[in-house]
Nanobody, 122 residues
Framework: QVQLVESGGGLVQAGGSLRLSCTAS????????MGWFRQAPGKEREFVGC????????NYAGFVQGRFTISSDNAKNTVYLQLNKLKPEDTAVYYC???????????????WGQGTQVTVSS
């Protein structure tokens, strides 16, 4: 089992930035890929991006358009999601998740954090 704990959400004005963190209890083969998702009220959970612990492979959803950056710190078992130039439509609960191989499908992820709320005011 792998436990994931997110932190770093909050309230920010449009155009502002936040950095979300996700710390894993351990790194295993079954959690080699760390993904970020978000879910706005009344909407389905949406893929934001994912990263391998090595950092060699990073994938982003099309809507990111260079505003968000995913990185990893293996020494801390932590991945980060840097959110820049935030828009009100970025308001959502952001989740980190883990699985063995790269996927953009939330249903294929095995481990999930509790989520952290990001609210962007206009």
């Amino acid at each position: 089992q792998v436990q994931l704990v997110e932190s770093g959400g909050g309230l920010v004005q449009a155009g502002g930035s936040l950095r979300l963190s996700c710390t894993a209890s351990r790194r295993t083969f079954s959690s080699a890929i760390m993904g970020w998702f978000r879910q706005a009220p009344g909407k389905e959970r949406e893929f934001v991006g994912c990263i391998t612990w090595s950092g060699r492979s990073i994938n982003y959803a099309g809507f990111v358009q260079g505003r968000f950056t995913i990185s990893s710190d293996n020494a801390k078992n932590t991945v980060y999601l840097q959110l820049n130039k935030l828009k009100p439509e970025d308001t959502a609960v952001y989740y980190c998740a883990a699985r063995a191989s790269i996927s953009t499908n939330a249903n294929e992820y095995d481990y999930w954090g509790q989520g952290t709320q990001v609210t962007v005011s206009s």
